[in-house]
């Protein structure tokens, strides 16, 4: 089993449209839950940390649930601007600095 | 402008030529780290530093090399280099490690 596991895509949705992305962890002692959005050959950035009580920043929603162990990313009102890979990021390790990535669930929104 | 600086961007090299691929930021944050990507693996740790003098091992460290020894530079040497290095490179740096990271913006070794 992948220690960080998501749902690859592609995920074609029109413009306007919710989308979800979910990601499940392996190591239950990891603390620190992050979102960050890829475009083609470029660095990661990071869109969101992801708290147990749940975050939103504009269109985007992350949530945590550590019992099961995943991850969500909520995307609303999709823009075509919002196409690129995300990736669910786990700290493994309580908080030190060793980072793992999941696969990337990769999203295209069309006209 | 708060950034990660990695340098090079793009080298081209011959397998068994040390290199150095450097990386530097300039917001005083205490972790740094290198990562690899490769089609169909994702991105995977190699090296990760939470202060000055302290390192550790990745996920995928044989082969590389890294140092520590002032806070804002976290340079990665690859002594021998091999063509099964030829990857994309990231650094990035963070305050803490419950906090995200931020990414330079990629060195593209190939190595022949």
């Not at chain 1, 960050?36 to 969101?48: T, V």
């Not at chain 1, 099961?68 to 919002?82: A, V």
């Not at chain 2, 990665?76 to 419950?98: D, K, V, W």
Request: charge should be positive.
């Amino acid at each position: 089993r992948k220690e960080v596991e998501q749902d690859p895509g592609p995920f074609n949705v029109p413009e306007g449209a919710t989308v979800a992305f979910n990601c499940t962890y392996s190591n239950s002692a990891s603390q620190s839950f992050f979102w960050y959005r890829q475009d083609c050959r470029k660095e990661p950035k990071l869109l969101m940390s992801v708290y147990s009580s749940g975050n939103e920043d504009g269109r985007f929603t992350a949530q945590l649930n550590r019992a099961s162990q995943y991850i969500s990313l909520l995307i609303r009102d999709s823009k075509l601007s919002d196409s690129a890979t995300y990736l669910c990021v786990v700290n493994d390790i309580g908080n030190t600095g060793k980072l793992i990535f999941g696969q990337g669930t990769t999203l295209q929104v069309k006209p | 402008e708060a950034q990660v600086t990695q340098n090079p961007r793009y080298l081209i090299t011959v397998t068994g030529k040390k290199l150095t691929v450097t990386c530097s930021q300039n917001m005083n944050h205490e972790y740094m780290s290198w990562y690899r990507q490769d089609p169909g693996l994702g991105l995977r740790q190699i090296y990760y530093s939470m202060n000055v003098e302290v390192t550790d091992k990745g996920d995928v460290p044989e082969g590389y090399k890294v140092s520590r020894k002032e806070k804002r530079n976290f340079p990665l040497i690859l002594e021998s280099p091999s063509p099964n290095q030829t990857s994309l490179y990231f650094c990035a740096s963070s305050p803490q490690g419950r906090f995200g990271y931020t990414f330079g913006s990629g060195t593209r070794l190939t190595v022949v």
